[in-house]
């Protein structure tokens, strides 16, 4: 008889080094407890599923399956469906950036774009600007290529690009990352000062700036502000779309748009991760948006999370107690609470989840030292009836351990 053998304790493996500075991710791990269904859970990045065209996109599919199946199913190019690049040319002309379809790259998600990046462009020990606090997975990212991060801050005009003269005066960095519009976590919008400074010290220094936007068309409230790459006439300039945040996060699609070098690069990048983004849901997605009224579905996600916001706003004004304070989206999924002095956001979560709401505590979206005082709120997934008893609940949890 052959003896029995015990997999229940597999023989160790050494990881890699850079794994060790790849922590598991605190959201991650958070919405496996958060989004309990009787649980109102302000913690995920969640769009509003009820919002999802779900019917045209299930029809695109169709069409494309009857009129193009086996193509679709086909392996393609690692660039992109040509009809879809040139649909996102159009689209950014119409927002005033100039690009030529060789100048686009689709993506998995812009994540994809931030990961493609790095791997075209840092080293171990590159230093990388971000401000502070700043996108979780984005310093994730960063970490596993080994980087290294200089802070700048941030206020309710979003980086503090005055700090940055100081970072080159001791070291040049090789990147600037941020996410100008309605930040996440913080939900603040680079000011247009600040973006024609920022532009013009990148391209005085020639340090490449990643402009992360997926909310930038999620705006409610104020005018629209041009992006980082429609403002640069000399090439520094990459940025990332989704349309995650605008059709539905399961198709998967971003974009990555910047000089024709970068492009290339981040091409042959995507050539040994995945080979392409997914055929079939490229050519849905252009037969979708060749006849769906975009800017019409634009419309209605604004003024839906434009209301959500406001009665958040609004629930957080009659709920939290003296002490809290909170930032002011224009747009986009996200605000920022600060919580009155000496209390920790990681220290109330357990006793929030009590009480049935949750939240992302902050201290994991900061680059340097952590900070505990702040927690992320989302309001795009939830309606104003349920935003205002989670107000409710969580103001009584904040009121309670102060």
Not at 144 to 172: I, P, Q
Not at 217 to 246: I, M, Q, W, Y
Not at 250 to 266: N, Q
């Amino acid at each position: 008889m052959t003896a029995a053998v015990s997999i229940s304790a597999p023989p160790a493996f050494p990881l890699a080094q850079r794994m060790s500075r790849m922590k598991a991710s605190a959201l991650r791990e958070i919405l496996k407890v958060a989004e309990r269904p009787d649980v109102l859970s302000f913690a995920g990045g969640l769009p509003a599923p009820e919002l999802f065209p779900v019917e045209a996109i299930a029809q695109a599919h169709a069409e494309v399956f009857v009129d193009e199946g086996r193509a679709a199913l086909q392996y393609s190019t690692t660039e992109g469906y040509g009809p879809l690049r040139e649909w996102i040319c159009a689209h950014l002309g119409e927002r005033g950036l100039r690009a030529a379809t060789d100048q686009v790259l689709i993506t998995n998600g812009s994540q994809q774009g931030i990961e493609l990046v790095a791997k075209a462009m840092l080293d171990p020990g590159d230093l990388v600007v971000v401000e502070n606090p700043s996108y979780l997975a984005a310093l994730q990212t960063f970490s596993g290529y080994e980087a290294s991060f200089a802070v700048v801050g941030s206020d309710h005009d979003g980086m503090r690009v005055d700090e940055l003269e100081r970072l080159v005066a001791g070291r040049k960095p090789k990147l600037i990352y941020l996410v100008p519009n309605f930040q996440n976590p913080k939900g603040t919008t680079l000011s247009l000062e600040r973006r024609h400074a920022l532009v013009r010290f990148a391209q005085k220094h020639r340090i490449l700036i990643l402009e992360d936007n997926p909310y930038g068309e999620l705006r409610f409230r104020g005018e629209h502000l041009p992006s980082l790459a429609s403002l640069d006439d000399e090439g520094v300039v990459v940025t990332l779309g989704t349309f995650s945040k605008t059709l539905a996060p399961g198709l998967r699609i971003g974009w990555a748009v910047g000089p024709r070098e970068i492009i290339r690069a981040l091409v042959i990048g995507k050539q040994a991760s995945d080979l392409h983004t997914a055929t079939l849901a490229q050519r849905a997605t252009a037969r979708l948006l060749s006849r769906f009224d975009y800017n019409a579905n634009l419309d209605k996600l604004r003024a839906v999370y434009g209301e959500r916001c406001l009665a958040m706003l609004s629930s957080l004004e009659k709920h939290m107690p003296e002490g809290t304070r909170w930032t002011q989206p224009d747009g986009g999924m996200f605000l920022w609470v600060e919580l009155p002095r000496g209390m920790s956001a990681d220290a109330l979560f357990p006793h929030a989840l009590e009480k049935r709401v949750a939240f992302v505590p902050g201290s994991p979206f900061f680059a340097a030292e952590p900070r505990t005082e702040f927690m992320r709120l989302n309001y795009s997934n939830r309606p104003p009836e349920l935003i205002e008893e989670g107000m409710r609940r969580l103001g009584a949890v904040i009121a309670a351990h102060k």
